[in-house]
């Protein structure tokens, strides 16, 4: 069985991080992509020339082209679009943050199981190579009892950060990291948080954060990101009973992206650090390189396929991304009042 999949969106989020991973994914195809901007429209079709592009998710869902849909609109459309997808009988993938609220998204997952379908939300983030590699390491148990992990995301790039009060840095690169951090250790207890703000005239906008998450296990972890800084650095540590492990990436699979290289066209060489960037495990005499696991965003679809195949759950739940909604919004009140915040 072939999940046929439609893209609802096409800016850089449907260009660029869904549709090439879509038609690289095993089990999947894409079949759609909705557009209105004549642009846009025009850019879709020169991508992708053998994809019907429809002007609405309503004219999508009349075509009876697709199983499912990715959402990537803007952040405020979303709740409505995938509400809409949900009515009409299709499965859904939300980009991150895929609601306002942990209300909301859990009132998402609600809709959705009552109409029988399912619902993911968009973490390509876990599928990086620098964050498998340090997953792969805490599953040996080599380093140990794990005490805190250390992780920095600074791009130079301020045009793409989302302005005015209702985006910001915390709900896009947050959403990606505070996730990580979960799928690594674990649920949050409470979070001590700062963030940075620029006046735009889209209004006030939170631009660069700093955060600390305590995790229910035990460990801690410490985030840091901006787009605004003049700073390309992405870096991760882990500290552990028996060592430390250390890796600086170069977000392997964008690059790629902007590029213009697809991972379907050479799916065996594709997302891999080059050996300069190989993280470093220290846990006895010397310093010992880890090849870099291959990164593979494709692999969500991939997953999320085989979930409406067998039934069984998505990759990231809309429950388990209503819980990083949550830690961003304890986040936000956690800088507002100076404190930290239990969750």
């Known amino acids: 069985m072939t999940l046929r999949i439609g893209c609802v969106g096409y800016g850089t989020g449907g260009r660029h991080f869904h549709t090439p991973f879509i038609d690289a994914a095993e089990g999947c195809a894409l079949t759609g992509i909705v557009a209105r901007a004549e642009k846009t429209v025009a850019r879709a079709r020169a991508d992708w020339p053998d994809v019907p592009v429809f002007p609405s998710l309503a ?37 991150k943050p895929f609601a306002p609220s942990e209300d909301a998204a859990l009132d998402l997952d609600r809709a959705a199981k009552q109409a029988g379908v399912v619902l993911g939300v968009y973490q390509n983030r876990r599928f990086d190579s620098d964050l498998q590699t340090l997953a792969k390491v805490l599953e040996s148990g080599r380093l140990g009892e794990v005490w805190r992990i250390h992780s920095r995301m600074d791009f130079d790039d301020p045009a793409t950060l989302e302005a005015g009060p209702t985006g910001g840095l915390l709900r896009d690169l947050g959403s990606h990291l505070v996730d990580q951090m979960i799928y690594l250790l674990g649920p949050v207890a409470s979070v001590d948080c700062q963030m940075d703000h620029l006046d735009l005239p889209e209004g006030r906008t939170d631009a660069s954060f700093t955060m600390t998450l305590r995790h229910q ?106 819980r990083t909604i949550a830690v961003l919004d304890a986040a936000r009140r956690s800088a507002q009042i100076g404190a930290s915040v239990a969750l």
């Open 217 to 322: 296990g035990g460990a801690h972890s410490h985030i840091n990101a901006s787009k605004c800084n003049h700073l390309n650095l992405r870096e991760l540590r882990a500290y552990g009973s028996n060592g430390s492990f250390t890796s600086h990436a170069t977000d392997v699979q964008a690059q790629q992206i902007f590029a213009g290289e697809r991972p379907a066209q050479a799916l065996e060489s594709w997302g891999y650090e080059p050996e300069a960037n190989w993280p470093i495990l220290r846990v006895g005499d010397g310093d010992e390189k880890m090849p870099a696991a291959q990164g593979r965003y494709h692999d969500y679809y991939a997953a999320f396929a085989r979930s409406v195949r067998d039934g069984t759950a998505p990759p990231v739940t809309a429950k388990q991304a209503a």
């Open 59 to 95: 004219a999508l869902v009349e075509s009876r082209n697709c199983d499912a849909v990715a959402i990537t609109t803007p952040p405020q459309t979303r709740r409505e679009l995938v509400l809409e997808a949900i009515a009409a009988g299709l499965h859904v993938i939300a980009d």
